[in-house]
């Protein structure tokens, strides 16, 4: 039987550091809330800062700014492209078109926390909607990632807190005008972390009673979309089919810092083929996510995709290039 990867040790260990960095900030929280809540988000800086791609540059604190001088709300960390002016990277207003991700940072979520960052989220997709070659992924996805992470939350037990979590993701969903609204990722470093993906499928057969995806399939309006947030159970190692979990205290839970990591590679790694290896690799690596639907909402092509776009779409060569990753064709990523 093979060994435990080693990547997957290291994300084991690093759940662990949370954990223990916010059991220490809590014990001083009611004398500095403020103090407290920075070290959170120092947290999270640091451990985004070692673990993606090292070309990237993490900030903290501030506001993104659109290019024609519109100002999002206040963001906890920021990610910033490798090309990012140096000049600029100390500045508390950042520019939207060099900003990869950008996340809000709470010590302890709480079920109020979430309506205004969906609300958050929908405001900062507004910001930068330049892409001069569209494709399905940036037409449905925020052009920049945008999540929360927490150390824990305020409920008794993580039962509830799962229950009250799914059912505020589940209602906010609903509430969304497009996909690219949504947020990609909820981590709460003591739970689970919640994953924003898109599914395409076909809602019948066509004419031909077939279930084949491709122009036919458009034409007949056959064709939805479905955002999605998965939630993880339990990490599955492909290789040797054993539960692989973390343990923080004597206690097993699932990898929820591992699941976000993993996550956000898989994203921030797709438009540069020389990291989309390594995105993939950590996908390979720390085996497939058991995971269980949170939330689903339905929308037609004409909801999700620009003239462009469904343009594109109505030729056999945009499919053929689909059916290239068959694994995936049905999930964006």
């Given at each position: 039987m093979l060994?435990?990867?080693?990547?997957?040790?290291?994300?084991?260990?690093v759940?662990?550091?949370?954990?223990?960095?916010?059991?220490?900030?809590?014990?001083?929280?009611?004398?500095?809330?403020?103090t407290?809540?920075?070290?959170?988000?120092?947290?999270?800086?640091?451990?985004?800062?070692d673990?993606l791609?090292?070309?990237?540059?993490?900030?903290?604190?501030?506001?993104?700014?659109?290019?024609?001088?519109?100002?999002?709300?206040?963001?906890?960390?920021?990610?910033?492209?490798?090309?990012?002016?140096?000049?600029?990277?100390?500045?508390?207003?950042?520019?939207?078109?060099?900003?990869?991700?950008?996340?809000?940072?709470?010590?302890?979520?709480?079920?109020?926390?979430?309506?205004?960052?969906?609300?958050?989220?929908?405001?900062?997709?507004k910001?930068?909607?330049?892409y001069?070659?569209?494709?399905?992924?940036?037409?449905?996805?925020?052009?920049?990632?945008?999540?929360?992470?927490?150390?824990?939350?305020?409920?008794?037990?993580?039962?509830?807190?799962?229950?009250?979590?799914?059912?505020?993701?589940?209602d906010?969903?609903?509430?969304?005008?497009?996909?690219?609204?949504?947020?990609?990722?909820i981590?709460?470093?003591?739970?689970?972390?919640?994953?924003?993906?898109?599914?395409?499928?076909?809602?019948?057969?066509?004419?031909?009673g077939?279930?084949?995806?491709g122009?036919?399939?458009?034409?007949?309006?056959?064709?939805?979309?479905?955002?999605?947030?998965?939630?993880?159970?339990?990490f599955?190692?492909?290789?040797?089919?054993?539960?692989?979990?973390?343990?923080?205290?004597?206690?097993?839970?699932?990898?929820?810092?591992?699941?976000?990591?993993?996550?956000?590679?898989?994203?921030?790694?797709?438009?540069d083929?020389?990291?989309?290896?390594?995105?993939?690799?950590?996908?390979?690596?720390?085996?497939?996510?058991?995971?269980?639907?949170?939330?689903?909402?339905?929308?037609?092509?004409?909801?999700?995709?620009?003239?462009?776009?469904?343009?594109?779409?109505?030729?056999?060569?945009?499919?053929?290039?689909?059916?290239?990753?068959?694994?995936n064709?049905?999930?964006?990523?």
């Open positions: 060994e435990r990867h080693e990547l997957r040790i290291f994300l084991d260990q759940t662990a550091e949370i954990a223990d960095e916010y059991a220490r900030i809590y014990k001083r929280t009611k004398e500095d809330p403020g407290a809540g920075d070290e959170g988000e120092s947290n999270w800086a640091k451990l985004l800062e673990w791609p090292a070309d990237l540059h993490v900030a903290t604190k501030g506001r993104i700014i659109s290019s024609n001088g519109e100002a999002g709300p206040q963001v906890d960390v920021v990610i910033l492209s490798g090309d990012y002016p140096r000049k600029l990277r100390d500045k508390k207003i950042y520019l939207a078109g060099g900003v990869v991700a950008a996340f809000e940072c709470k010590n302890t979520l709480r079920k109020r926390h979430l309506g205004k960052f969906f609300k958050n989220a929908a405001a900062i997709s910001l930068e909607d330049t001069f070659s569209p494709t399905l992924y940036t037409e449905a996805f925020s052009p920049i990632l945008y999540g929360l992470l927490a150390h824990s939350h305020e409920w008794k037990d993580a039962v509830t807190a799962t229950a009250v979590i799914d059912g505020e993701i589940e906010l969903v609903g509430e969304a005008v497009h996909p690219r609204e949504l947020p990609a990722v981590a709460v470093s003591d739970l689970l972390t919640w994953e924003g993906g898109l599914n395409f499928g076909m809602i019948g057969p066509d004419e031909d077939e279930h084949r995806l122009p036919s399939a458009l034409e007949q309006d056959l064709l939805r979309f479905a955002s999605t947030f998965d939630r993880g159970i339990e599955v190692d492909a290789r040797i089919e054993n539960v692989v979990r973390a343990t923080i205290g004597g206690k097993t839970i699932p990898n929820p810092v591992g699941a976000l990591i993993t996550h956000l590679m898989r994203h921030l790694t797709l438009g083929p020389r990291k989309k290896s390594l995105g993939a690799y950590f996908w390979r690596a720390t085996g497939s996510p058991l995971s269980q639907r949170a939330a689903h909402r339905v929308w037609g092509v004409k909801e999700v995709c620009s003239s462009g776009m469904i343009e594109k779409m109505m030729t056999n060569s945009w499919w053929e290039e689909i059916d290239r990753e068959p694994k064709r049905h999930r964006l990523p």
